[in-house]
């Protein structure tokens, strides 16, 4: 067998196989699943900042969110599954339960109003913080200036609250995506998640209602964080986690061709169970082992373009359209 082990986050973990933030990770029960499914670690189901705000007085609250003031009146009337109190608890519970690492995730829109949480984030024993950060650029007077630098605040805040090794999962709507990864990094980003996968919604058109929209991601999505992955690999020094698209095996071993560190698994683990996660190891093994390669070492970044012969077809449209015959 080929060894799998590998290092995210200057954590040590047996496989580069994630369980992304979703329901799976929302209970110990679930934590314990994906552990004996074979996870190399784990990225808790996510704490929103709203969630947080339900918990404070209306006199600790600043005016300057990106969202609408009803949104805090919302939270706190809706029925709150996993609050602030719960969520601590998770993460200490977790971390008994399981040998694996245990990462925390929270939702993010602003910096510095919740850095004390962050910090009982850490006492309750979480190996590391992802921050999911999706500030919806939809007011015309903030610039793309004003939302990059929304970005760093948040991550600069927490790095500096806390020692946890900090992974930050965006979106891919940047003018400059390599401009801002490095400039994460000089945030103290230990890595970036690639990427965010934003929830979309629906209009019923017989109630006149908003609902959702499909929320798994199908394997077609893997082209973009896989471009992305193999352009950025080599170029920062952080961590890159693959997201999005990935659904069995060779999707994994793309991404980690690409130059991933890790690949989170999501959508295929609703579709498949739980399951998939030792199919997806097993199957990266064997394709390994075939090839005679005994480490990931072997594997990652073989394909980036830091290490190609032909660098511009990984950013040259009409070269790609002209290498795979599209017309």
């Known amino acids: 067998m080929a060894d799998l082990s590998t290092t995210y986050l200057g954590l040590r973990l047996a ?3 994630l369980v ?4 799976h990770t929302k209970t110990v029960e679930g934590v314990k699943k994906c552990a004996d ?9 996510s704490l929103f900042e709203e969630q ?3 918990d404070m007085h209306e006199s600790e609250i600043q005016t300057e969110f990106l969202w609408h003031p009803e949104a805090l009146d919302y939270v706190q009337r809706m029925g709150i599954e996993l609050g602030p109190a719960e969520y601590l608890r998770l993460v200490r519970e977790s971390k008994k339960a399981v040998s694996i690492p245990v990462i925390a995730s929270l939702h993010c829109l602003t910096p510095k109003l919740w850095i004390d949480y962050v910090r009982k984030i850490a006492d309750a024993g979480a190996d590391a913080i992802e921050l999911n950060i999706s500030i919806m650029p939809s007011d015309p007077k903030r610039t793309s200036d004003d939302i990059e630098k929304r970005h760093l605040d948040i991550v600069e805040s927490v790095t500096r609250a806390v020692k946890l090794p900090v992974a930050v999962k965006i979106g891919p709507h940047f003018t400059s995506i390599a401009h801002m990864a490095s400039e994460l990094e000089k945030r103290g980003a230990a890595a970036l998640v690639l990427f965010n996968r934003f929830c979309q919604f629906d209009i019923d058109l017989e109630k006149l209602e908003l609902k959702g929209a499909y929320r798994l991601s199908t394997p077609l999505e893997i082209a973009l964080p896989l471009r992305w992955i193999s352009l950025l690999a080599g170029k920062v020094k952080c961590d890159l986690s693959a997201s999005t698209g990935v659904h069995d095996a060779a999707g994994a071993v793309k991404m980690l061709l690409a130059g991933a560190t890790t690949v989170q698994l999501c959508s295929t683990l ?5 399951g998939r996660i ?3 190891r097993d199957g990266v093994d ?3 082992n075939e090839r005679g390669m005994k480490t990931l070492a072997d594997v990652r970044g073989k394909m980036s373009q830091m290490r190609s012969g032909s660098p511009e077809l990984y950013e040259r449209l009409q070269y790609i359209k002209a290498l795979v015959g599209i017309e």
């Not at 992304?20 to 329901?23: H, T, Y």
């Not at 499914?37 to 189901?45: C, F, H, I, Q």
């Not at 609703?270 to 739980?274: I, N, Q, R």
Request: proline share 3%; net charge positive; hydrophobic share 60%.
């Open 15 to 17: 496989n580069p196989f």
């Open 20 to 23: 992304a933030s979703c329901s």
């Open 37 to 45: 499914g074979g996870a190399g670690a784990v990225v808790l189901k």
């Open 52 to 54: 947080i705000l339900a």
């Open 270 to 274: 609703y579709l498949a169970g739980l």
């Open 278 to 280: 030792g199919a997806v």
């Open 286 to 288: 064997a394709w390994m």
